[in-house]
């Protein structure tokens, strides 16, 4: 069964005509054309589909989109809208990234550590990210990062 789901994406407000059992995750990717967001596991288990609701994070790949009604979901697109986010530059200076594939995820993640604790600690950090797998680094460049962004900010 498909009904109409009203919510914000990335400050824009949207309405479409959804599934009833559709995941955030393909909501974002299949009719909203945001396809920044990773599909990993679909099980909940990698984080490369974290996205914001509401400024916390939330796995999209086990959300369903229907859930999200009235709510502001943010993407990797709605950070980097008006050219890359200090995030996101950090992330590219810092060699946070190697493959890319869950970067996407990462980023969201600290996003929201960073809204909550602008100085975290390399401890806070690692907790904060700690439902995000990467199969490509040992975390390093990816603490080293956010600890830059937190420092920029």
């Given amino acids: 069964m498909k009904s109409i789901l009203r919510l914000t994406v990335n400050g824009r407000p949207r309405e479409d005509a959804a599934a ?5 995750l393909d909501y974002l990717r299949e009719t909203a054309g945001l396809t920044g967001t990773k599909s990993g596991c679909d ?3 990698c984080g490369a589909c974290t996205v914001l609701v509401d400024g916390m994070p939330a796995l999209a790949c086990i ?9 502001h979901v943010e993407t990797i697109e709605g950070l980097g809208a008006g050219g890359m986010s ?7 200076e810092r060699l946070g990234t190697q493959c890319g594939f869950c970067t996407p995820g990462m980023i969201m993640a600290a996003e929201a550590l960073l809204r909550r604790n602008a100085h975290p600690s390399d401890d806070e950090i690692r907790a904060a990210l700690s439902g995000n797998l990467c199969r490509c680094t040992g975390y390093v460049k990816i603490v080293e990062s956010v600890r830059q962004a937190a420092a920029t900010r």
């Avoid at 989109?65 to 009235?70: E, I, V």
């Avoid at 200090?86 to 590219?92: D, T």
């Fill in 20 to 24: 009833d059992n559709l995941s955030l």
């Fill in 43 to 45: 099980g909940g288990e």
């Fill in 63 to 71: 959300t369903l989109a229907r859930r999200c009604a009235g709510r």
């Fill in 86 to 92: 200090a995030l996101q530059r950090a992330f590219h």
